[in-house]
Structure formats: C-alpha cells, structure tokens
C-alpha cells in the first residue's frame, strides 16, 4: 500500500524558512521509475506545481521561486524534505508531497498517490 | 510556461446527465515522438488531496468508474461523466506534464442541479 505523509510546521513567520518532510511508504524512492513532487494550494485556489526529485537525486524546480526552493531525499530514511527561503503570507497554502511518474530523462508525468497535506500558514 | 485554461468555472448538472468539462493548453501537449498527450485530470473532493482520475489524456486510472473519460488532443481536452452521481461533487482539474513546470488549469466545480 503506498502512502505519502507530509509533515513540518503549521505556523511559520514572514522571512523564515520553511521545512517540510514527506514520508513515504509503499514504493522507494530509488525506484527509477517514479519520483517525488511537492505541489502546493492557496485556500481556495488551484494547485500549484512546486517541485520534483527523481530517483537519482536530480531535481526540477518551479520557475518563479527556483531561487527559494531545495528539493532533497533520504532514502534509506524513505524521506523527502522540502525547503523554501524567505516565506510570506502569500505562501499560505496547503502542501502536498505526491508519487509522480516519469524518470530522469524521460521527463515527470502524473501524480498517481498524494498525501494528505500540510496547512502551513505565514504570519507574524 | 504553458497556461491550461478549464471552462467553464462551475457547472451545475442533475443526477444522471451528462457533465463535460473543458481544458484549452497554450500549447500543444502532444509528444509527436510517442503520439501521446501529456495531460492528466484530477477530481478533488472538499476537504481532499486530488485524486488521479485520467492521464496520458484518456487512460482511466485503475479503480476509476468506467463513467468517468477523457478525450482530446494537441491543445483542447475533455472530461466527460457520463451520468452524474452524488460523488461526483468535486473540483475537477486538469495538469499538462509536458514541459517543466508542470501546469494546472484553475479548477472546475461540479455540483448537483
């Protein structure tokens, strides 16, 4: 059975770092064929594409906040940390870890398994 | 970035009729070396994390109730349901994988009329 659980702080204040971990169970994260991917969600907004690590450690990371975002793995571990620089209220949102297919080379594909997400709000 | 564009923004239909959802890419999402869609739809119920319901465009997920396809190609995608149900109430979005970042339409929510 795959699962995705995300955890971390609910509360963060502006200009601090936020750090999240997904533990995942059911698959390994040295499994070529799938990956890692953090997508987040404003309340009531639509989803966010944020971040990707495939199986060789490599990454892909949103345009917009490349600058602000670290994707690593521990595999033996079957963890996957999230971290994003110099939060701001509008990065209040809901974040989700998700099994994505797809491998290095070939590009990521479709998310097939999500956690069930973390609220993080930002605020003084 | 390619913008994925859902309409309409919410639809109300009755129990037991047709629902079809639209998806519009700014660029085509169809990889001419494999001949397939990089397009996935996903439902998400209130509450919820999003759940895969199609992807390369019109494979259903394994689970997924047969009422549930999608069609398309290139750049103009559908989602059909082919007889509402009661749990069916969700918003509904769909996701091109072609290029990196990945992109998500703004959502489409279904209620019952």
């Known amino acids: 059975q795959v699962t995705l659980k995300e955890s971390g702080p609910v509360l963060v204040k502006p200009t601090e770092t936020l750090t999240l971990t997904c533990t995942v169970s059911?698959?390994?994260?040295?499994?070529?064929?799938?990956?890692v991917s953090w997508i987040r969600q404003p309340p009531g907004k639509a989803l966010e594409w944020l971040a990707h690590?495939?199986?060789?450690?490599?990454?892909s990371c949103s345009t917009s906040l490349k600058s602000r975002l670290t994707v690593s793995k521990d595999t033996s571990r079957s963890q996957v940390v999230l971290s994003m620089t110099n939060m701001d209220p509008v990065d209040t949102a809901t974040y989700y870890c998700a099994r994505t297919r797809g491998a290095y080379g070939s590009g990521t594909y479709y998310s097939d398994y999500w956690g069930q997400g973390t609220l993080v709000t930002v605020s003084s | 970035d390619i913008v994925m564009t859902q309409s309409p923004d919410s639809l109300a239909v009755s129990l037991g009729e047709r629902a079809t959802i639209n998806c519009k890419s700014s660029?085509?999402?169809?990889?001419?070396?494999?001949?397939?869609?990089?397009l996935a739809w996903y439902q998400q119920k209130v509450g919820q994390p999003p759940k895969l319901l199609i992807y390369w465009a019109s494979t259903r997920e394994s689970g997924v109730p047969d009422r549930f396809s999608g069609s398309g190609s290139g750049t103009d995608f559908s989602l059909t349901i082919s007889s509402l149900q009661p749990e069916d109430v969700a918003v509904y979005y769909c996701?091109?994988?072609?290029?990196?970042?990945?992109?998500f339409g703004q959502g489409t929510k279904l209620e019952i009329k």
């Open positions: 059911g698959f390994s994260l040295d499994n070529a064929k799938m990956g």
């Open positions: 996701q091109q994988y072609y290029t990196t970042p990945q992109t």
């Open positions: 690590i495939f199986s060789n450690d490599e990454t």
């Open positions: 660029q085509s999402v169809l990889f001419s070396s494999n001949n397939k869609n990089y």
